[in-house]
């Protein structure tokens, strides 16, 4: 077993994630005096309780008792996908338990952490243990490379990285893949959608810049368009939606550069951390995204948010792949997929 310093715990908050079941089995832990004895935070939920909006009372009711019940267990309420941008993150090789695709494969890849890629429960146990099983990530063997991605078309943004991440997912099964150098001195929206849309697609839990001479696996233009296929199912969208991973103070203080003295042409939601949110309204970040039209939305990301229906919305625009997978397989919603710099320009005027 190994010891853990932060254990970080995650999709088990969403309602629309654990539905009345897991509720129960987190109420009744709650009920049983179960603590954590570790640091430990909790990803999104379903929505932001501090601002108004259509969702209906029973979702509000029942995703409150799903908080109530980590509250009582001690947890701190960060309702944050991107813990490495909010909290003083361990030192390298510190063991952890990450059980959020794009967080575990971030603390291995870009902040020599250790933790394997959990699920809730796991990293729920790990959280109320101190310890988690010493397997798979947490066996230095497995840490190292055993398939390299020959990437052969030009990966630029975020959105790219986010293609070349899912195929690989789904195309890999060990623990540990190289990018070789398309992977090294990566910028922190690329890394995180690489990051999220690995995790979205497969059960790999770490990428590396290693050259590895073992096992070639080639992501060229076919295998690109065939994502997009999957992925980009329509042409226009009636909302943008931003956040998933939530947006970083990075990624906001882009989008209000581009958006100084314009306007949205469409309604745009933009999800991040409330941390985040505090420090972008220190900074006059936020006003400048308000005043073009910005919705800001706090506790919540784009993924399984009752936010976003069919009922509302026949089309979602976003450069995340990890939220259009989610977006078009469980909210049935089609979806437009690119990078943020072309919906800055396509859509702000």
Known sequence: ?????????????????????????LSELSEANAKVSVFTTINPMGYDKSKKSKISREFKQKQLKIVDSYLSMGITPSFSCIPYEIFDLPRQYTSVSFAESNAAIMANSMYGLVSNKESALSALASAITGKAPYSDLRDTEFRYPRVQIKVEVPVKNELDFGLLGYYTGKSVNSSCVSFGSHAK??????????????????????FSYEESNCEKINFGKKEADSIRDELDTTERGDVIALGSPQLGISELNFISQHVAGKKFLKPCMIFCPRAVYKRASKSGILQQIRGAGGDIICDACTCLTPLITKAEY??????????????????NVSVCLKDLRTIMNDYVK
């Open 1 to 25: 077993m190994a010891n853990l310093v932060l254990p970080y715990l995650l999709q088990g908050v969403n309602f629309n994630t654990i539905g009345d079941a897991g509720s129960q089995f």
């Open 185 to 206: 001195g990566l910028d922190i929206m690329k890394a995180k959608s690489l990051s999220a849309a690995l995790g979205t697609s497969g059960s790999c839990g770490m």
């Open 314 to 331: 026949d089309g979602v625009i976003t450069n995340s792949v990890k939220a259009s997978y989610y977006l078009n397989k469980f909210n």
